[in-house]
């Protein structure tokens, strides 16, 4: 079977590795062409190495709640480089009205799992407490989909919109949360309203398996490797084998002619995976489909900017002690969050360094792309000055820009995905995957280039 892969991002290439597998464990042959339009491999993963520092500029980690990322790691041999996060400092901070916050021990991104932290903790104030512990009482609302926006306001009120749901998953997804859908990207609130009648009382009767994180995300639950995530990428391409690997050449069309996938005009193929942003996707297939076309460019993305700063520890005052800070919009600051990395992973840096990533940009804060480095730099030098109330210097910046590569998941998302998979189930031999169909996180992706490869086999 002679297939094309387009695209080399995690997606891309996890569909590549998945159908070398089932090739090897259906015994079909398989001749792989992978086309990627850059000079490289993995898209948004991005590791340097740099004078004993392991700087991420892309993703640093990954969950293991959700399955698909750690067991393509075993498959591939990379159990033994798996490091997880330090079991110090596992708190969150959230920077509100010129303070640092630590959230309540046990704060679970909208909601307490833990009474008596949540109210001693003066996070929020007396009201705001009194509203959230309402939500025990507030009645189910029988709605498919609803905004972030909406759901806390309705079953926790604005105080918690505005100081935790807003920062800690609005952040997260770089949205608008008057347009964040919930159900595409926290479906698990939703399914706690309708059958627990209360979000609160769910948390706290699971209380997360007893986690040990204190506050924020389960940090327990992200684990890295040892040498960088791009490692994940070079062992994908290893392992999968790809005979033909066009670098610097995209993919401008595809079309089906005489039960033939054909790219560009002139390379015939039995079957295709689409593993693009839904703008490429939708320009790649206009004429083979004008409709599915249509439906891949209703999606908005936004860019981000990832810039990590480095510096002597001994140097660096008034450190909070944590993983990582998160700010409201209503604080109308360009930081959106930070990360203190190497007090998530210590063995990133030498003992004496400290590694924060920093990021800017998103939905609420487009032009920030388009920045020049120095007018980065002097804005982050200010407000993170704000935000310590010391003025540390870095020793060393690298930036690094994304255009367009977080997809915005609006309410209806879903539905509007369904729809596009409904079309493309339709065509024998053609599948699609991306950070655009079951989520943005690497264990998404991962599932979602299985799936794609797994739709290829079955079409064959």
């Known amino acids: 079977m002679k297939t094309a892969i387009i695209g080399g991002g995690i997606s891309g290439l996890s569909a590549a590795y998945y159908l070398r597998k089932l090739s090897v464990e259906k015994g079909f042959p398989l001749e792989l062409t992978l ?14 190495n740099n004078e004993g520092l392991v700087v991420e500029q892309g993703p640093d980690s990954f969950i293991t709640t959700k399955p698909w990322a750690l067991e393509l790691i075993k498959e591939l041999g990379l159990e033994n480089s798996l490091i997880n996060t330090s079991e110090k400092n596992r708190r969150t901070f959230v920077y509100l009205e010129g303070k640092l916050k630590p959230l309540p021990e046990g704060f679970f991104m909208i909601a307490p799992s833990k009474l008596w932290p949540f109210l001693k903790s003066d996070f929020f104030s007396w009201k705001g407490k009194l509203r959230i512990l309402l939500e025990i009482l507030i009645p189910e609302k029988k709605v498919e989909d609803e905004s972030l926006e909406s759901f806390i306001k309705r079953r926790f009120g604005k105080e918690a919109l505005y100081k935790a749901a807003e920062p800690l998953i609005g952040g997260i997804y770089t949205s608008d949360s008057k347009e964040l859908s919930l159900r595409a990207t ?33 940090y327990s639950k992200f684990f890295s490797l040892k040498n960088g995530m791009s490692s994940l990428i070079s062992e994908l391409e290893k392992k999968s084998q790809i005979d033909s690997l066009e670098l610097r050449n995209g993919v401008s069309e595809l079309i089906l002619f005489d039960s033939k996938w054909i790219i560009n005009k002139k390379y015939d193929f039995d079957s295709a995976v689409i593993a693009t942003p839904s703008y490429v996707s939708s320009d790649i297939v206009k004429r083979l489909d004008p409709q599915l076309s249509l439906k891949f460019s209703e999606f908005e993305y936004a860019s981000s900017v990832v810039v990590n700063l480095v510096f002597d520890k001994s140097e660096f005052n008034n450190n909070p002690e944590g993983f990582g800070i998160v700010i409201p919009p209503k604080e109308n600051m360009n930081l959106i969050a930070c990360s203190f990395y190497t007090e998530k992973f210590p063995q990133r840096a030498n003992a004496d360094e400290l590694i924060m990533r920093c990021f800017m940009g998103g939905k609420l804060n487009p032009d920030v792309i388009d920045w020049k480095d120095e007018n980065i730099i002097s804005t982050l030098s200010l407000e993170l000055k704000k935000v310590f109330g010391a003025d540390n210097k870095p020793k060393k910046v690298f930036i690094k820009r994304y255009k367009r590569s977080m997809p915005q998941f609006k309410v209806g998302h879903v539905n509007k995905i369904n729809d596009i998979l409904e079309i493309v189930s339709g065509y024998k031999g053609l599948a699609i995957c991306g950070n655009i169909y079951n989520g943005v996180g690497i264990p998404d992706c991962i599932r979602s280039g299985k799936e794609a490869a797994e739709k290829i086999v079955q079409d064959a």
């Open 35 to 48: 086309y990627e339009p850059e000079a490289s491999l993995g898209g948004v993963f991005d590791t340097l």
């Open 186 to 218: 926290m479906p698990q609130f939703l399914r706690m309203e309708k059958e627990s009648g209360s979000v609160i009382r769910a948390l706290m009767k699971k209380s997360f398996g007893g986690s040990k994180d204190k506050s924020g995300a389960r």
